[in-house]
């Protein structure tokens, strides 16, 4: 049974979820102690957080920057406006996908569905893809060069997998989004192009920016160094 923690302080909130995630066979936790929240994700050891914005003490933006600092679980915002600078802060904190209240309990799940699914998506029988001195590692989601990493969250970890994969080929939007949310039905591009972003300024840490372009409307493609236009 996969655990969901969740960091709500709306109790209707947090009975709607444990009623509606229960009916998924999944099982749910919430916080006891508002100023210590992360330790209480670590020590639940859960598969996936959902995050409110607005908490008592500190925001959902402050505990997920520092659930980031020593680990990559799947984070589920709760938006109060579909995509506004909330949901895009979230995204690039590190949030994993968002949901805008009010919202219906089987859209969450859809949404849960498709991060355990990349999750799997990563889990296969390659455990590490090259491309010139770069390394993914397919289980931990890390990108080295030499004695550099960068730790990337499952989705980033997805998109990079895809991009390895397909060195040199144009990896389309719409490609990406079907790997990603299968087929996309409750997020747009600008989710995708948030998570994008985020990948880009990881990449830009060990000089693999720049090979990573961009074609307008259409997706992106990595290139070798001596292949950049």
Same mark, same amino acid.
């Given at each position: 049974m996969?655990?969901?923690?969740i960091?709500?302080?709306?109790?209707?909130i947090?009975r709607?979820?444990q009623?509606?995630?229960?009916?998924?066979?999944?099982?749910?936790?919430?916080?006891?102690?508002w100023g210590n929240?992360?330790?209480?994700?670590?020590t639940?050891q859960?598969?996936l957080?959902?995050?409110?914005?607005?908490?008592?003490?500190?925001?959902?933006?402050?505990?997920t920057?520092?659930?980031?600092?020593?680990?990559?679980?799947?984070?589920?915002?709760l938006?109060?406006a579909?995509l506004?600078p909330?949901?895009?802060r979230?995204?690039?904190?590190?949030?994993d996908?968002?949901?805008?209240?009010?919202?219906?309990? &089987? =859209?969450?799940? @859809?949404?849960?569905?498709?991060i355990?699914?990349r999750? /799997? $998506?990563?889990?296969?029988? !390659?455990? +590490?893809?090259?491309?010139e001195?770069?390394?993914l590692?397919?289980?931990?989601?890390s990108?080295?060069?030499?004695?550099?990493y960068?730790?990337?969250?499952?989705?980033?970890?997805?998109?990079?997998?895809?991009l390895?994969?397909?060195?040199?080929k144009l990896?389309?939007?719409?490609?990406?989004?079907?790997?990603?949310?299968?087929?996309?039905?409750?997020?747009?591009?600008?989710?995708? &192009? =948030?998570?994008i @972003?985020?990948?880009r300024k990881?990449?830009?840490?060990? /000089? $693999?920016?720049?090979?990573? !372009?961009? +074609?307008?409307k259409?997706?992106y493609?990595?290139v070798?160094?001596?292949?950049?236009k």
């Amino acid at each position: 049974m996969q655990k969901i923690f969740i960091v709500e302080d709306d109790q209707a909130i947090i009975r709607a979820l444990q009623v509606g995630l229960k009916k998924w066979n999944y099982q749910t936790q919430t916080v006891t102690d508002w100023g210590n929240i992360t330790t209480e994700i670590l020590t639940a050891q859960p598969d996936l957080v959902i995050m409110d914005i607005t908490l008592p003490m500190f925001d959902g933006f402050y505990w997920t920057g520092k659930l980031r600092e020593s680990s990559q679980l799947p984070v589920i915002f709760l938006s109060a406006a579909e995509l506004d600078p909330n949901a895009v802060r979230a995204l690039a904190l590190g949030a994993d996908d968002y949901i805008v209240k009010p919202f219906s309990v &089987n =859209v969450l799940v @859809s949404k849960i569905q498709a991060i355990f699914r990349r999750m /799997k $998506l990563n889990q296969t029988e !390659i455990n +590490e893809l090259s491309f010139e001195n770069y390394h993914l590692n397919i289980l931990t989601n890390s990108l080295t060069i030499g004695s550099e990493y960068v730790k990337l969250t499952p989705t980033e970890g997805v998109i990079l997998k895809l991009l390895f994969l397909n060195a040199g080929k144009l990896v389309g939007k719409k490609q990406l989004m079907n790997e990603l949310w299968q087929g996309g039905s409750f997020v747009d591009e600008g989710v995708l &192009n =948030v998570n994008i @972003s985020r990948l880009r300024k990881k990449l830009s840490s060990l /000089k $693999l920016a720049e090979q990573l !372009i961009t +074609e307008r409307k259409k997706g992106y493609r990595l290139v070798k160094k001596n292949d950049k236009k």
